[in-house]
C-alpha cells in the first residue's frame, strides 16, 4: 500500500528538525510560515531565536512590528512576517489565543494560504489535509504521470484528488512531512533517484520511463532589472536611513535611501535635494546586486556628507547603535557594512 511503504521510509529517513514532531500549533504554524520559499538549513536557527522571543501567539501579538522585522531580517519575503504578525493579533483578541483546528478556518488568517492550512491542520489536529507545495506537486505528477501542466487549474485539481485518495487516514501530518521528504531528497526536480524510491513500485512515471520528462512546468517569467543609486549619507557620527512604505516590496523595512536610475554621483545628489538633503561631492561605496522572485536591483553606492540631516517619522539619521537595532533587507547588507565602517572611522578604500 502507498502510504505504508512512504511512511515506513519517512519513519527510517526523517531528520531530526527542531519542528519535527512538534505538536503546539503555534510552533507548526510558524515554522510552516518561515519554510515557505526558505530552505529548512536557513530556518532551523530563524525558528529558535523567534519562539525564545515570542513563546506564544499572545507574545506575538502584544510585540511591536520592528522587533518582529528585526528577527526576520535575512529570511527575505517579509511580507510572511507582518501577515503573520496581523494573524497573531487576530488569534490572540478575537479567537481566544488559539488558532483555528480546521483548514478553513486557517486559511481565513492572514497570510495562509491552502498550503500552510493544510500543513498546520494535519500536523497539529491530524485533519485529513494535504498540504500542497512545490513538492507535493512534483511527486504527485509523476506519481500519476500527469502529462498536463501543473500551472493550470484543472491540473492542480487532478493532482489534488489524487492526493486526497492517497493520504493516511490516521497519519496525515506525516503523511505531507513525508511526501515533502519524498520530494527534497529523492523525487528531485529534472534527475529523480528512482533507483532509491520507497514508492516506486506505485509510480506510473517511472513504470513508463517518463520520470525524468515530468511535471510539465509552467514557462518562467523573466526577471526585471533595475539600477539603483543607494546613498549613504552622513552627518556627526550618524547616517541617514528611510522606512520602506508598509504594504509594498520589503515594507516596513529601514534602508538607506535609493533610487531607480540615479547610479552616479550628480542624480543621487539631486534625488536627496528632493528628500530636503544638500550634499557635498560624493565617493564611491561599491556595487552589489540582489535578486528578488520577479526582479534584480542592480546598485551602485555612493558615499556623502551632509550639512544637516532631516528627521521625519519615515526619514531619520542613526548612529551605529541605532543603526544595528533596525530591521534592514539583506539587499542593503553591503552597503550596511560599508556604513557602519564608516560610522566607526574605518572608512573602506575608494
Ligand atoms: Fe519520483 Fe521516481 Fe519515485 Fe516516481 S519512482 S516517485 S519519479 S523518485
Known amino acids: ?20 514532531g512538534e505538536r503546539d500549533p503555534y510552533r507548526i504554524w510558524i515554522s510552516e510560515i518561515m519554510l515557505q520559499q526558505t530552505t529548512t538549513q536557513t530556518v532551523k536557527g530563524y525558528y529558535e531565536r523567534f519562539l525564545a522571543a515570542f513563546p506564544t501567539v499572545e507574545a506575538l501579538a ?11 531580517e535575512g529570511l527575505g519575503y517579509y511580507s510572511r512576517a507582518r501577515n503573520m504578525h496581523r494573524a497573531a493579533k487576530r488569534v490572540a483578541r478575537e479567537l481566544g489565543g488559539r488558532l483555528p483546528d480546521t483548514a478553513e478556518g486557517l486559511r481565513a ?23 500542497m507545495d512545490g513538492n507535493l506537486v512534483r511527486v504527485l505528477a509523476r506519481l500519476t504521470a500527469e502529462s498536463g501542466c501543473v500551472g493550470e487549474a484543472a491540473v492542480k485539481r487532478r493532482l489534488r484528488a489524487a492526493g486526497a485518495a492517497l493520504i493516511d487516514a490516521d497519519r496525515p501530518g506525516d503523511f505531507n512531512q513525508a511526501m515533502m521528504g519524498l520530494g527534497r531528497l529523492v523525487c528531485l526536480p529534472g534527475r529523480p533517484k528512482c533507483e532509491a524510491c520507497p514508492v516506486a513500485a506505485h509510480c506510473a512515471a517511472h513504470a513508463r520511463g517518463l520520470a525524468g520528462q515530468l511535471p510539465v512546468m509552467p514557462p518562467k517569467a523573466a526577471k526585471r532589472t533595475e539600477r539603483r543609486g543607494v546613498a549613504l549619507v552622513f552627518r556627526g557620527g550618524r547616517v541617514l536611513v528611510r522606512r520602506r512604505p508598509a504594504g509594498g516590496l520589503l515594507g516596513g523595512l529601514w534602508e538607506f535611501p535609493n533610487f531607480p536610475d540615479a547610479t552616479d554621483e550628480a542624480s543621487l545628489a539631486e534625488c536627496l535635494e528632493e528628500l530636503g538633503v544638500s550634499v557635498g561631492a560624493g565617493r564611491r ?62 572608512p573602506a578604500s575608494p
Open 109 to 131: 488568517l492572514p497570510g495562509v494560504g491552502e498550503y500552510t492550512a493544510g500543513a498546520v491542520a494535519s500536523m497539529a489536529y491530524g485533519r485529513r489535509e494535504l498540504a
Open 285 to 346: 561605496a561599491g556595487a552589489a546586486s540582489h535578486v528578488f522572485t520577479h526582479l534584480v536591483w542592480k546598485m551602485e553606492g555612493w558615499i556623502f556628507a551632509a550639512n544637516a540631516l532631516p528627521e521625519a517619522e519615515d526619514l531619520r539619521a542613526v548612529d551605529a547603535a541605532g543603526l544595528a537595532a533596525l530591521p534592514m533587507p539583506t539587499a542593503m547588507r553591503c552597503f550596511r557594512g560599508a556604513a557602519e565602517r564608516e560610522l566607526a572611522g574605518r
Open 1 to 20: 500500500m502507498f502510504s505504508q511503504d512512504l511512511l515506513a521510509w519517512h519513519d527510517r529517513n526523517a531528520r531530526d528538525l527542531p519542528w519535527r
Open 62 to 72: 502584544d510585540a511591536p512590528e520592528q522587533a518582529v522585522l528585526k528577527l526576520w
